[in-house]
Structure formats: structure tokens, C-alpha cells
């Protein structure tokens, strides 16, 4: 299995259950592994048999721009429920952070695996 990733996709939302949280915006962070068999692509060396990385991230930087979740977990649910289905992949790892949310820690967040490889 082939993998095509995305590391460190910051993004700034209205993100977290406190008053106060839901009157700033926040940067989250997003690392997302996705299967894709590149074989193709390499093989014709043009970008119309890629998973096209870009594409990708400016659909989860618009979504989650607009986005206003209490939970890290449905914002999680959301982003792979939009890569799985709007970019056919059938299986991806997504790492959603939330630096800063814990004080003394550098970040805390979800790590969720959907789909098969």
C-alpha cells in the first residue's frame, strides 16, 4: 500500500466547548495519511492519475475555516468523512492537534484510522 500524506496542515477555526473558546479562532493542526496507489502516476508521470495533495488540503483548509465544532472528534469525523468520499480513498490515518488546549503540554488532540488498506 502506497501512502500519500499531508504533515502539519495548519488551519485556523472557532473550535472547544468553553464561551470563551467560541469567540476566538484557534489553530489546530492536521497530519493525514491517505492510501493511494501512486504506480500509475509514476508510470505516466502526469498529475491526472495522482491523489493530488493540494486539492486535498485546500477542501480541509476551507471546510474547517467555516467549521465552528465544540469536539475535536466530530471535526476529526467530518475531515476523513470528506477525504474518504470526496476524494475516493479508501482508507486514511488523520491526526487532528490542538496546541496548547492542556496547559504544559505542546499538544493534545485525536488520532483516528477509517476505511481498509
Given amino acids: ?47 491526472d492519475k495522482c491523489l493530488d495533495y493540494k486539492s486535498v488540503a485546500k477542501r480541509i483548509i476551507a471546510f474547517v475555516e ?13 475531515i476523513a468523512e470528506i477525504v474518504r468520499n470526496e476524494f475516493n480513498v479508501p482508507w486514511l490515518r488523520l491526526k487532528l492537534s490542538k496546541p496548547g488546549a492542556v496547559r504544559g503540554s505542546k499538544n493534545v488532540g485525536v488520532i483516528i484510522e477509517r476505511g481498509t488498506k
Fill in 66 to 78: 467555516e467549521s465552528e465544532f465544540q469536539l475535536v472528534e466530530t471535526l476529526a469525523e467530518k
Fill in 1 to 47: 500500500m502506497d501512502i500519500v500524506f499531508i504533515e502539519d496542515l495548519k488551519v485556523d477555526t472557532v473550535i472547544g466547548i468553553y464561551d470563551w473558546e467560541r469567540q476566538i479562532r484557534q489553530t489546530i493542526s492536521i497530519d493525514l495519511e491517505m492510501a493511494h496507489d501512486i504506480q500509475p502516476a509514476a508510470q505516466e508521470d502526469t498529475i
